[in-house]
Structures are given as structure tokens and as C-alpha cells.
């Protein structure tokens, strides 16, 4: 048994394998950045910041693409509108919509809590601390609670009232 011709067929470089082989992986990557990312940590920050960067140009591509299928919708009935380039820029949404999706479950960039950027904000911006999200949180569950509590006690006036009547309906 030659143990150096089986090392040297697990070590086979990613260049000869060819890019057909792996047809999601080449719209996330290139064939370079593959080749790099075997020897980064895929959880340091830069490989998040390139992901996260990717999911951007999705999202980017994402609005262009509803954006078209919006005034295709809106431009239907109107003379010399072809409902084909519509359905076809339908279909790409659709499949860029489930290329994203699949992205951030293989990356698990969509399990970070990303607040929605506003353009106020620059670029620059601080993100909240931890802190920060932990009080949002806190608030944000005592409001819920706050509102539940308010619809028991309604409801516990509404089944009190009702009750009330039915025994007076019933003394009758």
C-alpha cells in the first residue's frame, strides 16, 4: 500500500476541479477567492465583512429587479409593453430572492440582527452596543407585555358583563 499517492489525492487543488462542478459556488465567489477562503478562518471578520458585502450587492440587485417587475405590472396594458420581458424579469427576482436566501443560511450572516440602514446614517456609523439591544429588548418585550395584560383585563370585563346578563336573563 502506498500511503503518498493516497495524501496526494486528498490534496487536490482546487484549480483542477473544474468551476462546473460547484455552480452555486461560483456566484458567490470567485475561483481565486475559493482558493484563499481554505486558508482563512471562515469565521473572522473580514470573511464576515466580504459576506456581508455580497449580501448587499444581492440586496442591490434584488430592489433593481422589483423595482422592473413593479413598472412592468404597473406598464401592462399599455401599447408596445411586452408581458414576456416582465415574466422573465419576474423569474430572475424569484431566483435571486432564493440565491440570497441559500447565501445567508450557508455564510449565517442572515442569523446577525442587521438594523435597517437609514439615509441619514453614514457608512461610518457606531453599531448599538450590547447594552443598547438588550434595553431596545427589554422595552420592547415590557410594551408587548403591557399590551397583552390590557387585552386580558378587556376580555375579563367583556366575559364579567356578559355573565352578568345571563344570570339576569335567567332570574327572569
Known amino acids: 500500500m502506498n500511503l503518498n499517492n493516497s495524501n496526494q489525492s486528498s490534496t487536490l487543488s482546487m484549480s483542477s476541479i473544474p468551476p462546473s462542478s460547484f455552480p452555486n459556488v461560483s456566484v458567490y465567489m470567485s475561483q481565486s477567492s475559493l482558493h484563499d477562503s481554505i486558508h482563512t478562518d471562515p469565521n473572522s471578520p473580514e470573511v464576515l465583512k466580504q459576506n456581508v458585502q455580497v449580501a448587499l450587492d444581492h440586496v442591490a440587485r434584488i430592489q433593481s429587479l422589483a423595482r422592473n417587475c413593479l413598472h412592468g405590472i404597473q406598464s401592462a396594458y399599455q401599447a408596445g409593453h411586452d408581458p414576456a420581458h416582465t415574466t422573465a424579469e419576474l423569474a430572475a427576482l424569484m431566483q435571486t430572492l432564493r440565491t440570497l436566501a441559500e447565501f445567508l443560511?450557508?455564510?449565517?450572516?442572515?442569523?446577525?440582527?442587521?438594523?435597517?440602514?437609514?439615509?441619514?446614517?453614514?457608512?461610518?456609523?457606531?453599531?448599538?452596543?450590547?447594552?443598547?439591544?438588550?434595553?431596545?429588548?427589554?422595552?420592547?418585550?415590557?410594551?408587548?407585555?403591557?399590551?397583552?395584560?390590557?387585552?386580558?383585563?378587556?376580555?375579563?370585563?367583556?366575559?364579567?358583563?356578559?355573565?352578568?346578563?345571563?344570570?339576569?336573563?335567567?332570574?327572569?
Open 105 to 172: 443560511r450557508q455564510t449565517g450572516v442572515g442569523a446577525y440582527p442587521m438594523p435597517p440602514a437609514s439615509e441619514s446614517q453614514s457608512a461610518s456609523s457606531v453599531p448599538p452596543t450590547e447594552q443598547q439591544l438588550v434595553d431596545t429588548t427589554a422595552r420592547e418585550v415590557q410594551v408587548l407585555y403591557e399590551r397583552l395584560k390590557r387585552i386580558q383585563e378587556s376580555n375579563a370585563v367583556a366575559v364579567n358583563l356578559l355573565g352578568a346578563t345571563d344570570t339576569i336573563s335567567r332570574a327572569r
